[in-house]
């Protein structure tokens, strides 16, 4: 193949589509995940089942949503249920196999915070917080992460806590009573990290085409441990790159109108 | 649950002393500036906050529309929420099974305020597309007011839809595009655009004051809300 030029965002994307097989069930906020599950649908995991917060259950968006809220996903789901039955017949009933998060800052045992940068009670920058992420991340047979790597967002000790993720590492996730595996993928703009299966703690397991190591290392804030077996996550293909750019044209004229 | 822009709105202009929440943010677009400042800089006055997670709040709300004192889940196990939300959650064990669960205590505010599709004259209340959790904070509610797109003579409501009979709500007002900036499922769509304004809008304090003293403070009604922002050329 031709060599194609594509950005960090889209390879974070298109590996993150990657994690949907087909048939999957998969809880989906909006943003990135959202871009990433739709790009599956799309592509190789057409039976794909995507689940919105909002109370859509197999949508199928055809352009992407602005917010968890948008008629678009309400008009394009198979079932619509109300924000109660979401959060506990479909999410803690146990009926999600994947869940996507993001968020500001993660540790090394995948742990999440969306909450606050500085201290809670008088925080320097204030976000939005925890909206679904809690349960997701306990509930979902699986969570994969999705964030933009740099010292910033990758830390040594959160600010705060907001989501669960394999908590202080080794079975610590399974005594806490939470369900699933947890975390099985983080997957950055520079490479995809994946837990030991045993200390939990997150190793780096490939690099994005073109990323060297030590750049993934130096933007990592705690010594990042690195796979004997690294890999290079295969780029972006050309259909992959094509829907994705359609999929965001679209979206974009659709949100520049009132 | 989801405090979005009529909220920033009125935390901005000081009329919010305590916000209980599980998400705040500018679905889509990013920060709600006048939450933050509060919560970062005490403008224009402190905000108390009660924080929660979604199925959190869910699940208080249900609680509180059955009148029972808490709600259970599985929930806020692993995070720091339970620190700092000290007075509206516990951990429990299931008294069967020795489970581990979240108690959350049941919210019932003093009034709620809903938008919905269609009433009847009669004021019975039909609404239909992403309900959220309002047919949960209506029945928490001591009294409940729901503004609608139309008021007909008969809503037609087929079997199993969401009606909310007359007797369980308080007043209904026709307010046809009351839902704005956001949508009403079958009328119109959400106005994206207009969030992603707020973003300008709201970043600044001076800004802020001069679009709310041009739009809400110095109009009478929601019609004349709508008429100062399409002379600015905002849709509504």
Redesign the interface.
Known sequence: MSETLYTADEMMTVAAARMVRNGAVCFVG??LPSAATNLARLTHAPDAVLVY????IGTKPNVL???????E???TSDV?V???EI??YW??GGRIDLGFLGGAQIDRFA?INS?VIGD?R??????????????I???CGEIVITLRHNKRAMVPRLD?????GH?EGGDS?ER????GKGPTAVITDLGILTPDPVSKELVLTSTHPGVAVETVVGNTGWPLRVSPDLQVTDPPSELELTVLRDLQERTAR????? | ??PDIVYDQMIGCGCASKLV?????N???G??HR??EA??KGWPRPLEID??????M??R??AGASHLPFGI?????????PK?STTSVRFIDCPFTG??VAAVSAIRPDVAVIHAQKADRKGNVMMW?????Q??VVLASKRAIVTVEEIVDDLNAPMNAAVLPSWVVSAVCEVKGGAFP??S?GYY????????LWEGVSRDRATFEAWMERHVMGTNDFAGFRKSLEAEG??V
């Not at chain 1, 949503?65 to 008629?71: H, Q, R, Y």
């Not at chain 1, 806490?176 to 369900?179: K, R």
């Not at chain 2, 597309?129 to 959790?133: E, I, K, P, T, Y």
């Not at chain 2, 769509?189 to 992603?196: E, L």
Request: proline fraction near 4%.
């Open positions: 909006v943003g917060e909002s109370g859509t949503p602005l917010s968890i809220g948008d008629d996903l309400a008009e619509l109300s924000l109660v959060f506990t999410l803690q742990n909450t809670y008088s925080p320097s920058v204030r976000l939005p917080g925890a909206g679904g992420a809690p349960c991340a306990a509930c705060f806590r907001t989501s669960g908590l996730r806490m009573g939470l369900s659709a949100h520049a109108a009132g | 649950m989801t929440f599980s998400w705040g943010g679905p889509g677009v920060s709600l939450f933050r919560i970062e924080e929660h997670e979604h199925a959190g869910a699940a709300f249900a889940l599985k929930g806020y196990l692993g995070t720091d929420l700092f489970e581990r597309g992403l309900l959220g959790a047919k949960e956001s949508y499922q769509g959400r106005n994206n655009a207009f969030y992603k905002v849709h």
